[in-house]
């Protein structure tokens, strides 16, 4: 049996797969995300991504009769921005990847300390929210009792990784995400970027995804039920392991993350540096991700569900029978700012076209079409960058049921891939674990449909999309003026 485990921002989930690739049994626990001022968004690591972890593997070994464990691979959201003592006790909460915005003082100082040419040459990119070294920067400013406590860095998979082995490492792929303290020409830490943002920390041991780190220790054995020993790989970020649950491994192939966020994730041969996405390290040593990040879809889909009391799945019928366009409504997904190919933490969230006749399955089903126009904005960047992707492979909470991969097909023109499992990162997980342990995941999960953008659709889409492209400029500034007015 071979154990994924994925700490996401809303849930944990954790799957138990055969050598064939088979779901023995799947968990999901639910966990709190803390919002205590605009903009920020934390974790506690002990009470979520630990306690998450302990109680998810219990209950896979429960279901599955404590079948023989190969191996456990753990991924997790991210860059995170988690600092612990000598002893590796949090000092504080972890701070989140790019819906976090706190930092944009730092972000600006960095920027103006390290000329752009080398930040693009070595980090990839230049710092945003998703960056971890402004993160720190903030923890040193704001909190300096944690800040001259503190000797370690973390994310929320590696964080994970040493509670289960005792090792310091942190993979490849989370590293080159935490700007700028990593650097894509050597796939080692970048000694000017961490000494910009992390020169009292000790930095952490650097190893591809789907290596094996260490084993589990009698302590980490006691708490999940694990045996001692146990091998546990390096893991990674959730978008990463996302993307190869469904076995996106071949240069042009992109993954379509339909979570809590939105994210996309390109395999390329070589770095792209564009300002308008993401230059992040690969799965392996031999390939690079371009990548993209919008910072709210089913964030969005979940706040409305509460605000008018339904379900999802409630909302997902309703939406079925409103045609295209939702009777001539845009929406602007930007309710936590947004991130590619904006890098705007002030933007807000805008609907466009609203008259008294709109009613709940219009609003429900324009949310699934205002992400998709941000979908198709990010796959044009990728375009643009001469890195139009060769096959969209979707994955995700936001598959289920078809509606939102068909409305993201009709609104950039272009067929998705929809294989049998789409539970996500954890499967990716469980999938490295195999190829760690030697099994062989050729033929695990199949493509099992194919969504094809419907003509019908296009005109009404094309004329939606030109709205939206055009309405940011132009409100950007009031924007920014309401966004400091929380």
């Known amino acids: 049996m071979l154990l994924g485990i994925d700490i996401g921002t809303s849930s944990s989930k954790g799957v138990a797969v055969s050598e064939s690739g088979e779901i023995v049994a799947i968990e999901t626990r639910p966990h709190e995300t803390s919002r205590p001022a605009p903009g920020w968004f934390e974790h506690d690591p002990d009470s979520v991504w630990w306690d998450d972890t302990c109680d998810l593997i219990r209950r896979l070994l429960a279901a599955t009769e404590r079948t023989s464990v190969g191996a456990v691979c753990i991924s997790g959201i991210g860059p995170c921005a988690l600092v612990t003592d000598e002893r590796d006790r949090p000092l504080r909460p972890g701070i989140l990847y790019g819906i976090d915005t706190r930092a944009a003082v730092e972000i600006a100082e960095i920027a103006r300390e390290i000329d752009e040419a080398s930040l693009r040459e070595h980090a990839g990119n230049t710092p945003t929210t998703q960056s971890v070294g402004p993160k720190l920067r903030w923890i040193a400013r704001h909190d300096p009792d944690a800040w001259n406590a503190a000797r370690r860095l973390y994310s929320a998979s590696s964080f994970i990784v040493e509670r289960l082995t005792g090792e310091y490492v942190m993979d490849h792929y989370t590293a080159s995400a935490s700007d700028p303290l990593y650097d894509l020409l050597t796939h080692d830490w970048w000694a000017r970027g961490w000494g910009a943002a992390a020169a009292r920390l000790e930095p952490p041991r650097l190893a591809w995804p789907g290596e094996i780190v260490g084993m589990v220790t009698p302590a980490a054995a006691a708490a999940t039920g694990l045996s001692i020993g146990t091998p546990v790989l390096a893991g990674t970020i959730d978008a990463m392991a996302d993307s190869y649950s469904v076995g996106c491994r071949d240069i042009g192939d992109t993954m379509v993350m339909y979570g809590s966020t939105l994210f996309l994730i390109e395999i390329v041969a ?19 991700s371009l ?15 509460g605000l008018v009391d339904r379900s999802i799945q409630d909302l997902v019928d309703e939406a079925r029978t409103v045609s295209a366009g939702s009777r001539g409504l845009v929406l602007l997904p930007y309710f936590s700012g947004e991130r590619t190919p904006l890098f705007d933490p002030q933007a807000r969230g805008v609907w466009i076209g609203l008259t008294l006749s709109h009613d709940r399955a219009q609003l429900y089903r324009s949310i699934l079409e205002g992400v998709a126009f941000g979908v198709r904005h990010n796959l ?7 890195a139009r992707p060769r096959r969209l492979v979707a994955v995700g909470g936001g598959t289920r049921g078809d509606l939102w991969v068909q ?20 499967y990716g997980d469980a999938r490295m674990a195999a190829d760690a342990c030697g099994v062989s995941t050729a033929n695990w999960n199949p493509v099992a449909t194919t969504i094809f953008p419907d003509p019908q659709t296009r005109d009404v889409y094309e004329a939606l999309y030109d709205v939206y492209t055009r309405a940011y400029p132009l409100l950007r500034d009031d924007m920014h003026r309401l966004a400091t007015l929380h």
């Open 270 to 288: 070589h770095r792209i540096n564009i300002p308008t996405l993401w230059s992040y390290g690969g799965r392996t040593a031999e390939t690079y």
């Open 380 to 386: 044009e960047a990728m375009a643009a960058a001469n």
């Open 291 to 305: 990548a993209a990040g919008m910072a709210t879809s089913g964030l969005i889909t979940n706040w409305f569900a």
């Open 407 to 426: 409305i993201v097909s009709d609104v950039a023109g272009l067929p998705q891939d929809v294989p049998g499992i789409t539970v996500g990162a954890s």
